[in-house]
């Protein structure tokens, strides 16, 4: 069975960083590109970033670009997402993602999410 | 970038009904098109891709349709599990956009 579990969301103050990960389970996890999706209290979805099967081909919302990095750990089974210089209008529940066998942005599974909430 | 517009927003619906979410993209993206049902404090839920093909397990009631600009999702005999927010997304071209949403409440 696939899973995705997210973890390392929290409260965080403006301009402070946050690390989340994703470890991933139930399949070959380098044949898989992946991605983070979020989404604000009482909001849409908006995808963050991704990156594909090799770690590379790195992309980014224009919201997030230069304050956000994903990464990649095969070894591990692990998405990452360093955020850094946060804004209240981060604040959401971010989700880790798995893009259907082939594809880059069609999403198949979906991790149950984790908050990241940024206020003083 | 490419604009996602789902119509309508909102819709009532009753057990039985047969109901149409429409998707519009500000421009081509072939049939490269999502679509995805959240119930409230879950995760989304992958339905269609490419347009028109099932994700295994997704129960036939559902259909997608269209090409290009204009894409449709229907769920036929509508079920009260069906009560939920539908989001479509392009992934033609970063940034991968959504729509806003359409919330399917039963009668």
């Known amino acids: 069975e696939v899973q995705l579990l997210e973890s390392g969301g929290g409260l965080v103050q403006p301009g402070g960083s946050l690390r989340l990960s994703c470890a991933a389970s139930g399949f070959t996890f380098n044949a898989y590109a992946m991605n983070w999706v979020r989404q604000a209290p009482g909001k849409g979805l908006q995808w963050v970033a991704g990156?594909?099967?090799?770690?590379?081909?790195?992309q980014y919302a224009v919201s997030v670009r230069g304050r956000f990095t994903i990464s990649r750990d095969t070894s591990k089974s692990t998405l990452f997402l360093e955020m850094k210089s946060l804004r209240a209008d981060d604040t959401a529940v971010y989700y880790c993602?798995?893009?259907?066998?082939?594809?880059?942005?069609?999403?198949?599974?979906w991790g149950p999410g984790t908050l990241v909430t940024v206020s003083s | 970038d490419i604009q996602m517009t789902q119509s309508p927003p909102s819709l009532s619906a009753s057990v039985g009904d047969t109901v149409t979410i429409t998707c519009r993209a500000s421009q081509a993206i072939n049939i490269y098109l999502a679509w995805y049902q959240q119930k409230p404090g879950k995760a989304p839920k992958s339905l269609i891709y490419?347009?028109?093909t099932l994700q295994s397990g997704v129960p036939s009631r559902f259909s997608g349709s269209g090409s290009g600009t204009d894409f449709t999702l229907t769920i036929s005999s509508l079920q009260p599990e069906d009560s939920a927010t539908y989001f479509c997304?392009?992934?033609?071209?970063?940034?991968?956009?959504f729509g806003g949403g359409t919330s399917v409440e039963l009668k």
């Open positions: 997304q392009q992934y033609t071209l970063h940034p991968l956009n």
């Open positions: 490419d347009a028109s």
């Open positions: 993602t798995r893009a259907l066998v082939g594809y880059n942005g069609c999403f198949d599974s």
């Open positions: 990156t594909t099967i090799d770690g590379g081909g790195l």
